[in-house]
């Protein structure tokens, strides 16, 4: 299984919010992965559901991000830059602690 990670606003006009759920659909393999939802509020007040598929040992295999109101823009990007939302969670900082967690057990 390739470990993936998604980010996609529920208010995007651009590109249609199923796209998350079919990027999710095809990394899955069949695996016994324990799926957790949690919702949450990033600093900057975006609200969120994030919902992770781990494997026995704990580590994501999946994440799925919604951010709920967003539009189609960059999830905790700088508030001076085209096509970001700094309302956060902080997308770029999400997706290296999920591929460090990799790359740090070699798998």
């Not at 905790?76 to 969670?89: A, C, E, K, M």
């Not at 997308?91 to 740090?104: D, G, K, T, Y």
Request: charged fraction near 15%.
């Amino acid at each position: 299984m390739v470990p993936t990670i998604v980010f996609h606003g529920d208010q995007d006009k651009t590109v249609n919010p199923v796209n998350a759920d079919q990027v999710i659909a095809q990394a899955y393999v069949a695996m016994d992965l324990r799926t957790t939802v949690v919702s949450g509020r990033a600093a900057g007040g975006m609200p969120f559901v994030r919902t992770i598929q781990s494997d026995d040992a704990g580590r994501s295999m999946l994440e799925h991000w919604v951010l709920q109101g967003a539009g189609h823009a960059w999830s905790g990007g700088s508030p001076g830059g085209s096509y970001t939302d700094p309302r956060g969670p902080d997308a770029s900082r999400e997706m290296v602690r999920f591929f460090l967690q990799h790359s740090i057990t070699g798998h």
